[in-house]
């Protein structure tokens, strides 16, 4: 099993998608995943089906919200923090790994330090399969994205724009 040997971030997302019931199976590939369109030629996919794993600050309550972005959208943050009840801003690089457990450019949708609130965008969902970071800048996993939102208990939201 070559889960066996996989990086401690890694296997943390590996154990949490059992955990929840989500059956994945993590792969560590051989180029660069850490942004969307690396993922998106390593994985062989197009880069609507990537998932961008954002944390977002909300500026009342500071706290962290998670968005799982299709590769091909960016976020319209006015029109999601409406959706969401507070304005948001992008955090430094240290707050994301605070509050995830892990680095920018391995992000996962699942497997955080903290439970986060989580939002999808809605974009995903025309796809059978999609791409996420399973902890690492190398690491990605294939899932529906019906059953991803299932297993984050996500909200879902158009958030192109
Ligand atoms: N592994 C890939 C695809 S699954 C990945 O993690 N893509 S990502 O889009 O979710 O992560 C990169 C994102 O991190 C960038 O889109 C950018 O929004 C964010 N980012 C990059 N540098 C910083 C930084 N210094 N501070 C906060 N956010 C950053």
Redesign the pocket.
Known sequence: MSETVLPDSARRVADAAEAAGLAITVREMPAS????EE?AASCGTGVGQ?????VFRGKESGRAYLLLVS?ENRVNEKAVGREIGEKLE????RY?RETTGYA????PPIGHAAQLPVFMDAALLAYDEV???AGT?QA?FAVDPKALRTATNATVLSMAG
């Open positions: 995943t850490r942004t969307a993922a990537i998932v961008k794993s954002l590769g992008r955090p430094d690089a994301v920018i450019g391995g992000i791409w996420a970071a800048p990605v």
